[in-house]
């Protein structure tokens, strides 16, 4: 049977934006029903191309701005729109907490049923740009060109790309010699690596093919010792020409700040994810980074906030929602590699922090013995697991827990833990206010949110922290 293949229709509507919905995406409504805009701001009008239809809402994209918001700016940035690493640089950046803030107490009452919350003001960030230590840039062998790059009939080089993935599009990265978001040392590492004869001789690892090979670039820098940890992950070697290249990057040693490392590292598995087998180091191999009081050791791909400024506010929200003494214990679940467990053993009596990954226990204990820390213990225990509660049964009994869960949130099974244990005080740090709301709403019947308060880890992005202090009715 011959099939036609459907033709897209394209068509524009004039759209009037009041709000930004919980994704970041600013909305309006057309005959009622939900317009997603790229590109707008609430208090425009503007003229958008409808991309998909769906059954509740339209997903479209800004052509013309009719009606301009007060609150827009210029975006620094030339691959604005095109790179997937900010989306809100047209946003005034006061205007952009305010939002953000707003979208932790919309989620609270919507989705988690509160009556009231105590919103405190947000915190923002003291650097809307430079503030990651961390950025994964990714090689490709088709960079990608926007639409008016291909219409100008200027010469592009269509072999190399090395930066940030276009939103949506795993396999399809935007060449780029600079990022906003890290520091000056990084992006002239950046620059240095790009500039190396060799890599543009090899090819760039492609993810549907599964051939090539180069893969990553990792760039993570400390604000405490002015460091930087370099690793350029790529799959097996395979002649001179790739061995040649490994060594030109190596040599890239000798330009860096003092205390930096250099590192190789091999990836041959179908994973996207930059990590790899350490197969070359010049240097210490971590970074150093310090927050109230403790110094923390960093590996090539162990997780730290990538926020170093705002992640002393960040502990600091999460250790007055705890409300520490002297006197009480506390149990850190999710614990990670004791972020939170270490600052908070500076105050209460003895802290006890859980974790399912193996290597961040080991991190969060190498972290302690580090800092001559002796009044907290680790266990690596799947909190996932029914069984978990009986394993912490056997802990001393909480004051306070502090939870710090993945953006999912907390999984079913952990929200009975806490109901069963039923300590007075939690203090919940949560990356995502739709499941900071879903688990309160879980957790209502016995507690009730004495506060919560934005902090801004990621300026220039939707994404919001938050602080909650719940207490036992």
């Given amino acids: 049977m011959k099939t036609t293949r459907r033709v897209r229709e394209y068509r524009e509507v004039e759209v009037d934006v009041t709000s930004i919905g919980s994704e970041g995406n600013a909305v309006g409504r057309v005959d009622e029903v939900v317009h997603f805009v790229k590109g707008a701001l609430p208090g425009e009008r503007v003229r958008a191309l409808v991309r998909r239809t769906h059954r509740r809402y339209v997903e479209c994209e800004t052509v013309e701005v009719l009606q301009t918001s007060a609150h827009r ?135 549907r093919t599964h051939e090539g090979f180069l893969r990553h670039l990792i760039i993570r820098t400390s604000a405490t010792t002015g460091a930087l940890l370099g690793v350029l992950v790529t799959t097996t070697p395979m002649d001179g020409v790739e061995r040649d290249c490994l060594q030109e990057f190596m040599q890239l040693f000798e330009t860096l700040p003092d205390g930096s ?15 790899g087998e350490v197969t070359q180091l010049c240097g210490p191999g971590f970074l150093e980074e310090t927050t109230h009081g403790v110094t923390y050791r960093i590996s090539p791909f162990s997780f730290f906030q990538t926020n170093t400024a705002q992640m002393h506010r960040l502990v600091e929200q999460a250790l007055q929602a705890a409300a520490l003494t002297s006197e009480c214990t506390a149990w850190d679940l999710y614990c990670g590699t004791g972020t939170l467990t270490l600052p908070a053993s500076n105050i209460a009596k003895h802290v006890i922090g859980a974790e399912l990954v193996q290597s961040s226990i080991d991190d969060a204990q190498a972290n302690a013995t580090r800092n001559d820390i002796t009044n907290v213990e680790f266990h690596a225990l799947d909190l996932h697991a029914k069984h978990a509660i009986e394993v912490l049964r056997g802990f001393d009994m909480p004051d306070v827990i502090i939870v ?70």
Avoid at 261 to 275: F, I, K, M, Q
């Fill in 404 to 473: 710090d869960p993945p953006r999912s949130g907390m999984h079913p099974q952990v929200v009975e833990h806490l109901l069963e244990v039923a300590p007075p005080r939690i203090s919940y740090v949560s990356c995502n206010p739709a499941t900071l709301a879903r688990d309160y709403a879980s957790l209502s019947a016995t507690y009730t949110i004495d506060w919560v308060r934005g902090i801004d880890m990621f300026p220039n992005t939707s994404h919001v922290e938050a602080v909650a202090a719940l207490s036992k009715r």
């Fill in 261 to 275: 490392s250099l590192l190789t590292a091999v990836n041959d598995s179908h994973s996207p994810v930059a990590v």
């Fill in 73 to 207: 700016v210029t975006p620094p940035c030339p691959h604005f729109g095109t790179c997937g690493g900010c989306s809100w640089q047209h946003l005034d950046y006061a205007e952009q907490v305010a939002w953000k803030s707003s979208t932790v107490r919309d989620a609270l009452q919507r989705i988690g049923g509160a009556e009231h919350v105590n919103l405190l003001d947000p915190i923002g960030a003291p650097e809307q740009y430079g503030y990651r230590n961390k950025m994964e840039f990714s090689f490709s062998s088709a960079p990608w060109l926007t639409q008016a790059e291909i219409d100008s009939g200027e010469e592009f080089d269509r072999s190399f790309a090395l930066g940030l993935h276009v939103p949506g599009r795993f396999d399809k990265v935007r060449d780029m010699d600079a990022c906003l978001l890290q520091s000056p040392v990084a992006n002239t590492f950046l620059s240095n690596v790009r500039n190396l004869r060799s890599l543009r001789q090899t090819l760039a690892y492609n993810h």
